[in-house]
């Protein structure tokens, strides 16, 4: 039974790599190149989203306006910039709650929070609970 599951998941990620390799290759030069810009931008935005990073400067880097790089930058990543950015730094806070005893503060500004007040509620809008409470439940999971 698991070998026929494990081919079918073959069989769709195979023609889900068809799909996306004939969407690619309908688009037009412009539009590759904004991919190709925007897989710069995410490898800049990670590197650099545990510090103060603006929309300006980003959008700087990647040859845009401000105003143009808002706009594509939504339609990229179906987000806004402060929303992308605030997602990466509270992905980068729960690894760092789970994997090591650093206080909640030292972690808000490990992850690019400029106060703990923010972090806070970054982190319970993402989480449903806030940060000390996720520490808890994950020293109680059975993964840990």
């Not at 605030?86 to 650093?102: F, H």
């Not at 500004?109 to 439940?137: D, V, W, Y």
């Amino acid at each position: 039974m698991y070998e026929i599951f494990l081919h079918f998941f073959i069989i769709i990620g195979n023609h889900n790599l068809l799909i996306k390799n004939q969407l690619y290759a309908q688009k037009t030069s412009r539009q590759k190149a904004d991919d190709q810009k925007f897989d710069a931008v995410t490898d800049y935005i990670c590197e650099h989203c545990t510090r103060k990073l603006t929309m300006e400067e980003t959008a700087a880097f990647a040859g845009f306006s401000k105003y143009h790089f808002s706009r594509i930058f939504k339609e990229y990543y179906q987000m806004s910039f402060p929303e992308y950015i605030a997602s990466l730094r509270i992905s980068k806070a729960t690894e760092l709650l789970e994997n090591s005893s650093l206080s909640i503060l030292e972690i808000a500004m490990r992850s690019g929070f400029s106060n703990l007040s923010s972090f806070n509620r970054a982190f319970k809008e993402i989480h449903n609970c806030t940060p000390s409470q996720f520490r808890k439940m994950a020293e109680f999971s059975p993964d840990s």
